[in-house]
């Protein structure tokens, strides 16, 4: 079992930049696919990046790319998605993810395939 804690989430203006980190307990970790989703108000939960199993494949969505990271440090139990030129857009509930079945070259795309979620942290980005 994993349990996610996601935090560094706040307000922003345009322009401006945040980290996101999530923090996860239990062994299962390392052999999970990890990825940020996000829900804005009134709106699909979609997502927003992910990576695999050991950091080397990722993926983004067509929204973010170029402008968010992703990336884990195995050792601290820990994904990060540092998000660069916020935009408004960019405002809504932001999950963190884990899929503890995924193989080392899958990188899940979809909510359902995640196993485990965290409890969510607000961003919003003031135009």
């Known amino acids: 079992q994993v349990q996610l804690r996601e935090s560094g989430g706040g307000l922003a203006q345009a322009g401006a930049s945040l980290r996101l980190s999530c923090a996860a307990s239990g062994r299962a970790f390392n052999r999970a696919a990890m990825a940020w989703f996000r829900q804005a108000p009134g709106k699909e939960r979609t997502i927003v990046a992910a990576v695999n199993r050991n950091g080397k494949i990722t993926y983004y969505a067509d929204s973010v790319r170029g402008r968010f990271t992703i990336s884990r440090d195995n050792a601290e139990n820990t994904v990060y998605l540092q998000m660069n030129s916020l935009e408004s857009e960019d405002t809504a509930v932001y999950y963190c993810?884990?899929?503890?079945?995924?193989?080392?070259?899958?990188?899940?795309?979809?909510?359902?395939?995640?196993?485990?979620w965290g409890q969510g942290t607000q961003v919003t980005v003031s135009s």
């Open positions: 993810a884990a899929d503890v079945n995924a193989i080392l070259s899958n990188v899940p795309t979809t909510a359902n395939q995640y196993d485990y």
